[in-house]
């Protein structure tokens, strides 16, 4: 089997037995993405030789984690030293930063090699959207705005991408493309050095194709407990359902997919209740909507002051105010979202939330990445999200769901994930390449 196919913590494994090289795995995954990329178009930027010369450097190195090695995609409003970031914005072409962004320096000072930058929706916001095609048909978007962070890993040309989450741009993705995603709790991962869109929102993900993977780059992150959490067993875990108050938006394949996690872990003896969150959590999308445009005005005001008409009428939009949204609006819109965390957390009463992570499967089309109205109220509540696959739907196009904890449970979440993902992640998983 070519190491393209092998999770990052299965390379990880064989990289520290001496079993296989970064440079090897690096090849690899180059030419996955020769083959693969002109069809897929996950990337804005690759320089397979100084990808091949980071491995080789690697190689020569003592590990300095288990992530020493193994390759790496960077979504494009995410800083690189020695890369271009573009925004994927015409007016930012052949940019280059003079330093990487906090997330990548972590990754690099790791042991992992920053394999390219991938491509996005315009400033992980609006306007141009990312040229990615869904590895499986390429008349559908695979999310976004991580378009081409999503779409690398589940079609294995990288193992492990960063993507973020301002809205449902991390998770959604994950979900339509079969593969797992971790949105951290909101501000445990330095956003510096990374475009902002709204400082209450945004948040730095990571994909991988396990709930290993996932946990290695924690582990780098040094997010609290992560390595130290004790094994979770099966009957000890209670699982929440929750359909969130807008279930009305659930599409056929969404709403087969949530019922089938629930029945496997049912099945599989693990305790599921129901959760009925209160009526003020109806009202978290629009406060999302509020914050994200309101701070969204100060994000681009400096891009609409310098470039004028050369910016695109999305981002007008919001340097001016379209909206009208004044302090007042944004003042009940952060009281409503501190007063549903703290009473999310006291409702739980179980170790995980199971919810929705996308309406159904991804939409047919490029003019779109899909709706995240099954993502915003996560996001605005700061918790964190673990993107599971779980079923295909009627279009052949995968469909997952999301598993949530409290805020700062990562390390719990990643514990519970381990033993409840190979029974929801049940459908299929001999059938993709490099499951083993």
């Known amino acids: 089997m070519e190491p393209c196919f092998l999770t990052a913590s299965e390379a990880a494994a064989r990289i520290r037995e001496g079993r296989l090289t970064s440079e090897r795995l690096v090849r690899s995954c180059l030419e996955r993405i020769a083959v693969r990329d002109p069809d897929v178009k996950a990337w804005l930027h690759v320089d397979p030789r100084a990808a091949i010369a980071a491995a080789r450097e690697a190689d020569k190195q003592p590990a300095r984690s288990r992530l020493h090695g193994l390759p790496f995609g960077v979504k494009d409003v995410i800083d690189t030293g020695d890369m271009p970031t573009t925004y994927n914005s015409a007016n930012w072409q052949g940019y280059r930063p003079a330093k990487d962004a906090a997330c990548v320096g972590v990754v690099r000072a790791s042991g992992a090699v920053i394999l390219g930058k991938t491509d996005t929706v315009e400033f992980a916001a609006a306007g141009r959207k990312a040229a990615t095609r869904h590895p499986r048909n390429a008349g559908h978007t695979p999310g976004g705005s991580s378009s081409g962070s999503g779409a690398a890993v589940a079609d294995h040309q990288v193992p492990l991408a960063f993507g973020t989450q301002t809205g449902g741009s991390h998770i959604r993705p994950a979900s339509f493309n079969g593969i797992y995603g971790l949105k951290p709790t909101w501000g445990s991962v330095s956003r510096e050095g990374a475009k902002v869109y709204a400082n209450s929102l945004d948040t730095i993900g990571w994909y991988g194709r396990s709930v290993a993977d996932l946990a290695l780059v924690a582990e780098a992150f040094r997010l609290d407990g992560v390595g130290a959490t004790a094994p979770v067993a099966a009957p000890q875990i209670t699982v929440a359902l929750c359909r969130t108050p807008y279930w009305p938006k659930i599409e056929p394949a969404g709403e087969a997919a949530f019922a089938a996690a629930a029945e496997r872990l049912g099945r599989a003896g693990i305790a599921v209740r129901e959760l009925a969150l209160p009526a003020a959590f109806g009202e978290l999308y629009d406060a999302q909507t509020t914050i994200m445009f309101g701070e969204g005005r100060a994000a681009f005001l400096d891009e609409y002051l310098i470039q004028g008409a050369r910016l695109g009428p999305d981002f007008v939009a919001r340097a001016e105010n379209a909206r009208g949204i004044g302090p007042r609006q944004m003042i009940e819109a952060h009281d409503l ?100």
């Open 337 to 436: 979202a501190a007063a549903c965390r703290r009473e999310f957390e006291a409702l739980v009463g179980a170790d995980v939330v199971l919810a929705p992570a996308a309406p159904g499967e991804a939409p047919e089309g490029l003019h779109t990445t899909g709706d995240h109205v099954f993502n915003a109220m996560w996001t605005l509540l700061h918790v964190p999200c673990l993107g599971v696959p779980c079923t295909t739907g009627s279009k052949g196009l995968p469909v997952g769901i999301q598993l949530v904890g409290p805020r700062y449970s990562d390390a719990r979440l990643m514990a519970v994930a381990e033993v409840l993902a190979p029974v929801i992640d049940a459908e299929g998983r001999e059938d993709r390449p490099g499951a083993a």
